[in-house]
């Protein structure tokens, strides 16, 4: 018998990059002008956010003592916030890089050492996880290397500050799912770590909103200036590796010389991935095992009766589909577990909202007021666009492995993608309407502007539904054994950019016009001077949803049509 | 009836199924032969409309799969090597949407439902969720979803993977009664002797093309071979390994 030679983590990971490398090789050879397309729109984005983060810290830095405590504790809640995403991501991700993946049979019964195999599952997790917060990341980091003078060495020192940020959360995430399958089987945990999650979150949400960082925008609600400086000066959560990677940034940016946060976060992010190994090669045999079992038999719910009546006019075809999306939809609880969370979401939203001191008594100018209304749309917008990227973008992949059957019977592709789009349309415009009428009424908006803002939500619903399901036929993510991980693909990136810049583009055609109406209506006008414009903003509007909304679906059902299994 | 006229399927430089002619009359059930890779799953995908031909067109009784794809496709039942079913759905849901999928559904369609589920002795499981299904259990109702709508034609990849004896029996019989009452199968198999017992003509494929086709006896005519069976017959068309390679496998 020759001696055994173990395989290196390098070559674990061997199929992973050799995949990632193979997938960039086709994305290369296809048409140009789709990846034209891509570029146009990422930096469309990375533009916008960069500009903003940008101009608020050129702001910052105007001010004297206070801007620069401002941008430490502005770029300590931006980690902080994305720190939650990673770790709700990362508990999701390693349940299904650690427990759930194709490979895993052969990796499990290769001769792979154990802390080997965790390391590249754990490398394969922070890909996975982070890649979108990293995108988020680069200009906001860049905007604040060049308002503060960062200089070359500074791209090395972000970067020694982030990787440590990146892994803790990863270890953690993999180490909670880790025990969690332990106890419970994986195909159970999976829907368990789904209301895990979702109460992770609710909790970091609720204490974001207890902070409340819209206080710091106002320094007269302080008793003085001691206070407030006194606020700024308190680290936002001192132990957690978020504040330690602000505070590493904002030392090299204001050439203060302090080892302890760099040195906080490389001793802890090696120790992490430490201790996570021996948590690993302890229990991960019998998670394993485990997560072989665990099929669920039970079944829970009968939807039918008063959908069914509801469908009476639908052909069977496209009844039966909508039926079996429902089930399959509220029978999985990692699917519908996300709507608590998003009720927390709106709730806090709603909240702030309904803060605003607008309506206290107090003369606020009314441009002001205008803006809030628009910065209500934008974000109403924001939401939805969201909402659709994760319950709408996911339809066509979900369909993967069962597509054989679709494909062999008569079912008209066009069927199915009607089916689809209403399924998921019709639950987004009731959200849409609820959203936009409620927060007009607590803004205390005119009739005018509520039937602008309503008109509007529900042109753009349909064309964000649209494009959610489009792009998600366009990018589709057969193999995924998840699907809360399908959004964060590329293609779920490629569609949230194009759905905010179609956002922008409507928020910017409507927004003179409608502030033009409404300073007349105020302090009085010519309703004919402007009505012109009114109208063109109004067609150029409609004209823009409705064809985003129609040759997104006219591609993906070409699409659809196109494909080979 | 199906009728494949001058088939080809391309990846790119490799050509996977090469100008394949080929009539199933209706009443016959007809055998596909072939090593791993040699086209037979792409060859029924292109039937089942699947996979788009490169060249060449597939018609099921008489109507071509790529001019009237809903009207070929509604006289097919097809019958995939790997049984995906949605997980959370039950059998009897299972069945009753891909029913629906070919425009049925009603008293009729439930009580063929309860028959197939039934006949292959799945009616104990019809309200478990398929996730809880075995291999088999699954691969019996994905057969059961293609006969749901009453098919005139069946294509079916390797149909006995995954059953028990019993099952793949009641299989024979079922395949062979269908073909009595004027049915189209065609199917795959690896298993030569199920192709010698069952089947009424037989074509062998290899490299993307029909390397023999017929009864039995006209292919062992065809390649003048008429005293071997088909497992010889197989291996001499298709190449089987020889024993140096065996040799050197094990020895080293």
């Not at chain 1, 720190?83 to 993946?101: E, Q, R, V």
């Not at chain 1, 991960?284 to 006019?313: D, N």
């Not at chain 1, 009085?524 to 150029?540: D, F, H, M, N, Q």
């Not at chain 2, 690896?190 to 192709?195: D, G, N």
């Amino acid at each position: 018998m020759s001696s055994v030679i173990r395989p290196s983590v390098w070559t674990v990971l061997t199929p992973k990059w050799r995949s990632a490398l193979a997938r960039l090789r086709e994305e290369q050879s296809g048409s140009g002008g789709r990846l034209l397309l891509l570029a146009l729109v990422a930096l469309i984005f990375w533009v916008a956010v960069f500009g903003i983060a940008y101009r608020v810290l050129r702001y910052f830095r105007s001010v004297e003592d206070i801007g620069n405590l401002m941008a430490a504790k502005v770029l300590g809640i931006i980690l902080l916030a994305f720190l939650s995403i990673l770790l709700l991501s990362n508990i999701i991700t390693a349940l299904s890089t650690f427990f759930l993946a194709k490979d895993l049979d052969l990796l499990v019964a290769a001769p792979i050492s154990r802390p080997k195999l965790y390391a590249a599952k754990l490398a394969e997790t922070v890909v996975h996880s982070s890649w979108m917060v990293a995108l988020l990341a680069l200009p906001i980091f860049t905007a604040y290397g060049i308002v503060y003078g960062g200089g070359f060495l500074f791209p090395i020192v972000a970067l020694a500050a982030f990787v440590p940020y990146l892994v803790i959360p990863a270890v953690i995430g993999a180490a909670l799912t880790l025990i969690l399958v332990n106890i419970f089987p994986a195909r159970r945990t999976r829907e368990l770590l789904g209301l895990v999650a979702t109460g992770a979150l609710v909790i970091v949400l609720v204490i974001l909103r207890f902070l409340r960082p819209e206080r710091l925008a106002q320094p007269e609600g302080f008793k003085d200036l001691v206070d407030y400086l006194a606020v700024l000066r308190t680290p936002t959560s001192p132990f957690l590796p978020s504040e330690w990677t602000a505070s590493i940034i904002m030392n090299w940016l204001l050439r203060v010389p302090d080892p302890w946060p760099i040195a906080k976060l490389w001793i802890a992010a090696p120790l992490a991935v430490m201790l996570g190994a021996l948590l690993h090669t302890r229990l991960y045999h019998l998670g394993f095992s485990k997560a072989q079992e665990g099929a669920e038999r039970k079944l829970r719910r009968v939807i039918r009766g008063p959908i069914t009546g509801l469908l009476s006019s639908v052909s069977p075809s496209k009844r039966e589909f909508i039926l079996k999306d429902l089930r399959l939809f509220f029978r999985d609880n990692t699917q519908w577990s996300q709507l608590i969370l998003l009720a927390v979401l709106l709730l806090v939203y709603l909240f702030n909202i309904k803060s605003l001191p607008l309506h206290s008594g107090e003369q606020v100018p009314f441009r002001l007021i205008t803006m809030i209304s628009f910065l209500n749309l934008g974000l109403a917008g924001f939401v939805l666009a969201a909402v659709a990227a994760r319950f709408i973008f996911p339809g066509i992949s979900l369909e993967g492995r069962q597509m054989w059957l679709l494909r062999s019977s008569p079912l008209d592709p066009g069927a199915m993608l009607w089916s689809k789009y209403w399924i998921g349309t019709v639950p987004l415009l009731v959200l849409a309407l609820l959203i936009t009428v409620f927060t007009n009424w607590l803004l205390h908006a005119s009739a005018f502007m509520m039937v602008v803002a309503v008109g509007t939500i529900v042109l753009y619903t349909l064309a964000a539904s649209s494009l959610a399901l489009s792009f998600g036929t366009l990018y589709p993510q057969f193999g995924s054994e998840n699907a809360a991980q399908i959004p964060t693909s590329f293609g779920g990136l490629v569609y949230m950019m194009s759905t905010l810049s179609l956002l922008t583009a409507i928020i910017m055609i409507e927004a003179t016009p409608v502030m033009a109406y409404l300073r007349m209506d105020r302090y009085g006008g010519e309703l004919r001077s402007i009505l012109p414009e009114l109208i063109a903003a109004a067609v150029l509007i409609i004209g823009i949803c409705l064809t985003a909304t129609t040759v997104p679906l006219r591609m993906a059902l070409r699409r659809i049509e196109m494909m080979e299994w | 009836m199906i009728r494949l006229n001058h088939l080809t399927k391309c990846y790119g430089k490799f050509t996977a199924v090469d100008n394949i002619d080929l009539v199933i009359p209706s009443g016959e059930l007809f055998g596909f032969l072939g090593p791993n890779g040699a086209g037979k799953t792409t060859t029924f995908r292109m039937i089942a409309g699947i996979l788009r031909p490169t060249s060449g067109s597939v018609e099921i009784g008489g109507i071509d799969v790529a001019q009237r794809p809903l009207e070929a496709k509604a006289r097919l039942g097809f019958i995939p090597d790997r049984p995906f079913v949605y997980d959370k759905l039950t059998g009897g849901e299972f069945l009753r949407f891909a029913a629906a999928l070919y425009g049925q559904q009603g008293p009729a369609v439930e009580r063929r439902i309860d028959e197939l589920l039934e006949l292959f002795e799945l009616d104990r499981w019809k309200d478990e969720l398929t996730e809880s299904y075995s291999h088999g259990m699954r691969q019996k109702l994905i057969i059961s979803g293609a006969l749901v709508h009453r098919p005139e034609v069946i294509v079916v990849d390797e149909p006995m993977v995954g059953l028990d004896p019993k099952s793949a029996r009641l299989l024979k019989d079922l395949f062979r009664q269908f073909v009595d009452r004027g049915g189209t199968v065609l199917m795959s198999t690896h298993t030569l002797e199920v192709a010698e017992t069952m089947c009424d003509r037989i074509a062998i494929l290899h490299g993307g093309k029909i390397v023999a086709n017929g009864t039995l006896a006209e292919v062992q005519a065809q390649t003048a071979s008429e005293d071997l069976g088909l497992e010889e017959l197989f291996l001499k068309l298709t190449g089987g390994m020889r024993d140096q390679q065996l040799d050197t496998i094990l020895d080293s």
